[in-house]
């Protein structure tokens, strides 16, 4: 396989996997474990949810800008 092909691929690749981890972890302490529902009244773990849910936001969309920000120089 060519390796700009292999690059290109490589790159979607993590993309997905970067993105259902980090989706799977936000989903599984957000609502599985219940931290992202306020229920009368604002809780110190929800707090602490949305902060985290805010930095590792920025984290990720800092992880694909990492990723993508370099062209593959394909052959014409």
Not at 10 to 30: D, E, P
Not at 35 to 59: H, M
Request: charged content about 10%.
């Amino acid at each position: 396989m060519d390796p700009e092909v292999m690059a290109f691929l490589n790159r979607i690749s993590r993309t997905i996997g970067f993105t259902l981890l980090w989706m799977g972890l936000n989903s599984t302490l957000g609502i599985m474990l219940g931290y992202a529902f306020v229920a009368a009244d604002w809780q110190w773990y929800n707090y602490l949810y949305y902060f985290f849910l805010l930095l590792s936001s920025a984290g990720y969309f800092f992880l694909l800008y990492k990723i993508w920000k370099d062209p593959i120089k394909f052959p014409h």
